[in-house]
């Protein structure tokens, strides 16, 4: 029989589930600080929903769900649309627009949400990809101000840093000042989605690719794209005094309240103890929801980011029918629990009894080591003595206290700490 | 645009979550100090593994899912089975059998495992029953003796009154003994699944009930259920010390082992300090899949169990290959937090500044709260002053810093209090 899990899914032994709750209490614990509470919504959603358009690429990867009470035999010309009325989330930004608009007028204003839970995406499967991972998001939702990514940012590099991943750095933009430099630089707007797309790959295939791409792919003038990398190069490494006068500059079209509030985000990261930021302009982070600043968060170990997050004022609206202004930051958990070591484990003790030794006294041994505040249970003696010392090791057992019949119940020997074939540490 | 939970499911606002959280945090640290380890599988099983029958009712209850890559338009003659690989898991005990046969050889043994997840079961939706629940079990895999069932008792009796859940008692019985009981009584070996199923519904039915239904439905002869009346009767209220003589009176056919075992158990729980227990001949538990001893939680404030479990030594053979006996106890997690209060709130702040304070100086005292202890959070000030403190109070927060332009930057005013209409409590 096969015991493996399903296909491209898979189990946390009880030390990697340790290691994923010690993380997420440590982000939780600053989360918590901030004001964001928890809150959950269920794995299910409707089909209509999961279908929107608000996922991208990701409605493709859909788990859907049968329908209750269908005949087991289907009639002719049946479409499979027709058999589905559920699907498992893809993400957690769409449960928490429908979670807001529904509950709106009990929550606090502005409403700071946390979310950890897992996600599903049938993703081919691959190394390190699995579909069934877990999302762990902060909102701000309510909050039109620059506060709201000052803070989410301020907030998620504290959460990092508490779990243990110090020399990261923020990268920041904005989708608004995006279009004005593909303005400025001569992308039409109808070209616009494309030019960001393949933007999106400079960390991957460099100047070269990207121009390829944009010139023989695209059919972009090669000027145009030599303006755009310009304009581009000239914003990198912008020191924040200096973001507003700058991109002034170098996108006049650029509106000056976008870059005001570029501006304050980077002035306020730039003053933050231990924070590393800097403007990126060539971030485009691929949702199509984000309306406003758009942010990542990098570390020296890993490729890739292992946060990211932006603004998007207008993806409550089309639940509510009331535009909501939000903002919002993913850490991705999967990939920080892999970059931080593994959770040392506390004491814990064996009571090593005997077989003949009653149930009553190996337990009661085990309460009293369990009421003087260590982790205790009773384990039967069994096979050679040093083999079994050395398998409780491996298991975890930092010491043993050994039960034979006869011994005086009312006072216990001493537990002895496990080192190899049992011998004292 | 319908923003409501998927029928039958429901959404956790922060207070639930936070008592929920809380609870299980209390849960989890008794569970934990007793050595079990939390593991985690996903809520994906294949199909074949979640219809084999060890689920009894809750099969017919399935999430399903649609393969991936399957045409839009099905050809004429499928059937439903065909187009179906996955389902949601309908408990825990199904993954828990598959991921021990999987990682047998890298587990502890005996095994301690702690679960707490989800599971899905698409029952009609009434009060208080959600298609997607959570369950809390405890398993403790790999250990013949009576040990496990007596550990497993009394580390949930623990973890119940740690969650403030006191008065429970634990209903004990054992299913060989049911079979003993029935055959000393004259219902035959094929008579008796049925013969357990009506009797399950003593408590909702009452003797008379159940005499009819065995009498008119099952067509059991009038004076069979009168004996089988007569010695449940004679086995109600046995006192600890009583255990394994009475059954061996009573219960003729009793094997010696199984007497001993439950007289055992129940010496460990008449011993404990604070808890209460009882034989209870009338026990059944639904699940077929029970081998030996199985116990109930009740408690005053509950109808119904709040916990339950037993001995299921033959369903991990059935992944494995290989018998190895179980035992476990689940906790009715969504019934405990029902029964459990409200989580009272910590102190929270609301740092409640004018809009044209700098948004870097409403962060700032935000900060300058947090590094106190507190849980602190900048609010926009907007509306009647009075008003908005009310709403303030109404979403947990207990106190509020006003903050202006020109105020002192280093010089933070005193939090005040919130009471009704902001004045001090």
Redesign the interface.
């Known amino acids: 029989?096969?015991?493996?899990?399903?296909r491209g899914?898979?189990?946390?032994?009880?030390a990697a589930?340790?290691t994923r709750?010690r993380v997420l209490g440590l982000i939780q614990d600053v989360y918590?600080?901030?004001?964001y509470?928890?809150?959950?919504?269920?794995?299910?959603?409707?089909i209509e929903r999961l279908t929107a358009g608000q996922g991208g690429e990701n409605e493709k990867l859909l788990?859907?769900?049968?329908r209750?009470g269908?005949?087991?035999?289907?009639p002719?010309?049946?479409?499979?649309?027709e058999?589905?009325d559920?699907g498992?989330r893809y993400d957690l930004t769409v449960p928490l627009t429908?979670?807001y608009?529904?509950?709106r007028a009990?929550?606090?204003?502005?409403f700071?949400s946390f979310q950890f839970g897992?996600v599903?995406r049938?993703e081919r499967p691959q190394k390190g990809r699995y579909?069934?991972f877990y999302q762990c998001d902060i909102d701000l939702v309510g909050?039109p101000?620059?506060?709201a990514e000052?803070?989410l940012i301020?907030a998620t590099t504290q959460a990092l840093a508490a779990a243990g991943l110090d020399g990261t750095t923020v990268r920041l933009s904005d989708r608004r000042f995006l279009a004005a430099l593909a303005t400025a630089a001569g992308v039409g707007v109808e070209a616009q989605a494309g030019f960001f797309v393949t933007l999106d790959k400079l960390d991957k295939i460099g100047w070269d690719g990207v121009s390829a791409e944009l010139v023989d792919d695209r059919g972009l003038p090669a000027e145009v794209v030599a303006a755009a990398r310009d304009k581009i190069e000239s914003l990198t490494d912008l020191p924040a005094g200096k973001v507003a006068d700058v991109l002034a500059d170098v996108v006049p079209g650029l509106p000056e309240q976008v870059a005001a509030d570029l501006a304050?985000t980077a002035?306020?990261l730039a003053?933050l103890d231990g924070v590393t930021w800097a403007f990126d302009p060539t971030l485009v982070r691929g949702m199509g929801y984000y309306t406003g600043q758009i942010f990542e968060i990098t570390h020296p170990a890993a490729a890739g980011s292992i946060a990211g997050g932006g603004r998007y004022d207008e993806l409550i609206g089309?639940?509510?029918?009331t535009e909501v202004p939000a903002c919002g930051f993913s850490i991705g958990f999967e990939r920080i629990v892999d970059l931080v070591g593994t959770t040392p484990a506390g004491e814990?003790i064996a009571v090593l009894y005997e077989a003949d030794v009653p149930?009553?006294r190996?337990?009661a041994a085990?309460?009293r080591l369990?009421e003087q505040g260590?982790?205790?249970?009773?384990?039967?003696r069994s096979g050679k003595f040093g083999a079994q010392l050395t398998?409780l090791e491996s298991?975890?057992f930092t010491a043993f206290l050994p039960l034979v019949p006869g011994q005086d119940t009312d006072e216990l020997p001493q537990p002895r700490p496990l080192g190899r074939d049992g011998t004292p540490r």
Chains 1, 2 share one sequence.
């Open positions: 029989m096969d015991n493996s899990p399903a899914t898979r189990d946390l032994l009880p589930v340790a709750d918590r600080r901030f004001g509470q928890r809150i959950e919504t269920p794995a299910l959603e409707r788990f859907r769900i049968l209750r269908l005949n087991e035999q289907l002719a010309g049946t479409a499979l649309t058999l589905v559920l498992l429908r979670f608009a529904q509950y009990e929550l606090p204003q502005p700071r897992p599903w049938a579909r069934q909050e101000s620059v506060l000052a803070e301020e304050t002035d306020y003053a089309r639940s509510l029918g814990r149930v009553a190996a337990l085990a309460r369990r260590v982790v205790a249970s009773p384990v039967r398998r298991w975890g």
